[in-house]
């Protein structure tokens, strides 16, 4: 038995926050943010949303495509490490929002290696005979846990949802093929963290005075680490593979800094064209970046049935990992 990705679909908020915008909370620029990461916008959560309203209507979109009702799904796993509660999960909320009355449901915490985690996880109940249908979403409401003063961090970062479902399928030369997972837990956690809010500090009148609620990075050391992981995953990948990258028709990464993904590039010989890049529109959406993009590129047609992509993800943890889709 072998998973088949039956269908995408994908959720931006609304409102969005330009660098222009940026630039008048902290002290930055349109100019500087462009150059030093391709961002030129970020989808922002609206008040009333929450984290679980954009994983279901990027479910919702998912569902419609593939003519699926939703009490079909047999389980949902949500990546992510922004979900509405820490009790309880983002995925049971979701179950209800979009009315999955039969499935299972669990989020799924490897930070931006999130998505790459969860569908490997929903490939192997498929592959097992466990489950029939799974629907993998990647949600993330970062701007929630953004400090809008620090300035190496809340340029980056934007709101969004990314989905698939997956189903049984006999054939073995579609769907998902192979699948990398890695993480190093002896880099220090300060490099990317939340500090607060966990049973290791919790929230107090002091952490909130030290805003230790929001996300904080050493971007220096996570974007050496991704820049050199981000092609060793994709080496890692084909080496399980009966490909050599000539024969890989789109790379999907995680949408972090767009020199990370041109270093790639230039690393393994291939234009950028070959990347699928929306980072310059939606920023850094951690979990939801790869979902969202895989989406984008499936319904704007640049995909075609027979393509083989590989997505590649990379983050806190640290943690990393590729899958390599045929479609
Ligand atoms: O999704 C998880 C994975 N995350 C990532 O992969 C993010 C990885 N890191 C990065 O993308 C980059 O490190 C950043 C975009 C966060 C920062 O870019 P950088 O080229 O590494 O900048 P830097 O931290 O080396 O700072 C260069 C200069 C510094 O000034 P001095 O010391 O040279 O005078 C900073 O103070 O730029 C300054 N700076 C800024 N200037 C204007 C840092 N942030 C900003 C800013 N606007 N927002």
Redesign the pocket.
Known sequence: MYSKILSTGSYLPEKILTNNDLAEL????DE??RK??GINQRHIIAENETNSDLAAKAAENALKSANLSPEEIDLIIVATFTGDKLLPSTATIVQKKINAVNAAAFDLNA??TGFIYALTVGDQFIKSGFYKNVLVIGSEALTRFTNWKD???C??FGDGAGAVVLTRDANADSGIQHSCLNADGSKPTEW?EIPAGGSSKQPSHRSVIENEHYMR?N??E??KF?SKIIVESINEILMKSDFCIGDIDYIIP?Q??I??IESAADKLCIPMERFIVNIDQCA?T?AASVPIALDQAVRSGKLKKNDKIILVA???GLTWGSTLIVI
Do not use: E, P, Q
């Open positions: 902290v002290d930055t620029s500087w943010i030093r990461s930070a931006c300035r190496g961090t340029i980056l990317l990075m971007g220096k996570i974007y991704a995680h972090a800094n020199r990370i850094n951690s990379f983050g806190g």
